[in-house]
């Protein structure tokens, strides 16, 4: 396969590469074996008419966009009721949703739905929990595979009797543990360059000990993803350092569930030590700007973290985010910086309201949607590289009724990019390609 046109993408936080008359050589396997400028593409036309495709007027070849942080069951739930605060949302409305999820007809429903959604909003990849069912979680396994989504897997572990209902948790340590392993056992043996299972801890208040140990375990022996929550809110940060006297990301580090292949969602309440063991670690930081502002009533210090050059990308957090889409997420990551650094409180004034040099702006957040999430991952995509995924989409500045309009003569490509990170919709998606495959169009 060969695509042609120009190609907007970030290989380092910041710096945009923008190529004009581009030509993307695909090979059979979905992987970029080259990528070069031509001027004139018409012999190309006459050679590989069959195999060519070529962008029109006003369309931008991006890479596919990675979602650090998904809570697939809570697909029905995106939209309701984000004037809780976190621990009264879990119990009233998210635990008795998740519950459902033993039922297969149920979650097949959902998990359709919400896979198709992502891949048409421009996700190539998700992280997602599921639900602490082996079963539904390997069907939203085998619906990732089958819609053709680059996915990260695993089933939630929650086992603490005093935070978890009874309705809704592993009934022990071990049918926790057993879970986890069948699961990742059961994506592992997919055998798919698509598919990746992780460990799953809920977070540390839904957790006792003995599972947190065990979930790190079975992360070394099956050399897999961890994926959980870190100090997303002053109730779970406080929770956390009253029950085992260190803050969320020490402790996790104490259990051995913090690796290179780690992702902690959120890391809202972090210090400077903090950030100091994830960078020791290698781990990443699953930023979820738009989940943080209903739920965690602060603001995740993205500049310090990418200026430490911790691996950052972002997250929808469906359903504590109100969106799927990454694009309103990229939005937010640089509102929310931007508020930081100035502050948002009028009483004070101007010098001593915000946190100086805390702002970021649409090439970072473009980045850590892109090349920073598949960082985080340690996967060979987000960029436009010989060797890399071709996981990429085409965003077209021309679809009717949309809010991104392009103006020839007046727009550089950098405008270009910067009107796509603020008003892309998921009408503007027009096509996208998972390892070579078109999945969505």
Not at 287 to 310: I, K, T, W
Request: charged fraction near 20%; aromatic fraction near 6%.
């Amino acid at each position: 396969m060969l695509v042609y046109g120009t190609l907007i993408h970030a290989p380092l936080p910041g710096d945009l590469e923008i190529i004009e008359d581009a030509l993307v050589t695909v090979d059979v396997h979905g992987t970029i074996s080259n990528v070069e400028s031509l001027v004139d593409v018409s012999s190309l036309e006459m050679e590989h008419d069959d195999e060519l495709i070529r962008l029109g007027q006003g369309q931008y070849l991006l890479p596919g966009l990675v979602d650090l942080h998904v809570h697939a069951p809570q697909w029905p739930q995106l939209g309701k009721a984000l004037d809780l605060p976190l621990n009264e949302w879990l119990q009233q409305h998210t635990f008795p949703l998740e519950a459902r999820y033993g039922d297969l007809d149920f979650a097949r429903r959902s998990y359709e739905s919400l896979v198709s959604a992502l891949l048409a909003n421009g996700t190539t990849t998700a992280a997602y929990f599921g639900t602490i069912h082996v079963a539904a979680t390997r069907l939203l396994a085998d619906i990732a595979a089958e819609k053709g989504q680059r996915a990260v897997i695993g089933k939630v572990a929650m086992d603490d009797t005093d935070q978890c209902p009874d309705f809704y948790r592993d009934p022990t340590v071990q049918s926790g543990l057993d879970g986890t392993r069948e699961l990742i056992e059961y994506v592992q043996g997919k055998d798919s360059d698509l598919l990746h299972a992780a460990v799953t801890p809920r977070f540390i208040p839904a957790c006792t000990d003995a599972m947190l140990e065990g979930l790190a375990g079975i992360a070394d022996e099956y050399g897999c993803h961890i994926q959980t929550h870190c100090s997303e809110s002053d109730w779970e940060h406080r929770h956390v350092i009253d029950r085992l006297g260190a803050s969320d990301t020490l402790s996790l580090d104490r259990f051995g569930l913090l690796t290179d292949r780690t992702i902690l969602a959120h890391s809202i309440f972090v210090d400077n030590q903090d950030l100091a063991t994830i960078k020791s670690r290698d781990s990443g930081i699953a930023h979820c700007p738009l989940s943080n502002l209903y739920l965690s009533h602060a603001v995740f210090p993205a500049r310090q973290a990418l200026d430490r050059g911790l691996k950052v990308g972002l997250g929808t957090d469906i359903a504590g985010g109100a969106s799927p889409s990454i694009f309103d997420n990229c939005r937010m990551a640089v509102s929310a910086s931007r508020a930081l650094e100035d502050g948002v409180d009028p009483t004070l004034p101007s010098d001593e309201r915000g946190t100086a040099g805390a702002g970021i702006d649409f090439r970072e957040a473009f980045w850590m949607a892109t090349a920073g999430g598949a960082r985080a991952l340690g996967l060979n995509t987000g960029r436009f590289a010989a060797g890399y995924a071709f996981d990429a989409i085409v965003i077209d500045t021309q679809v009717d009724d949309s809010n991104l309009t392009a103006w020839e003569g007046m727009d550089s490509h950098d405008d270009v990019l910067q009107k796509i990170v603020y008003n892309a919709a998921r009408s503007n998606v027009t096509s996208v390609w998972v390892q070579g495959r078109r999945v969505s169009s």
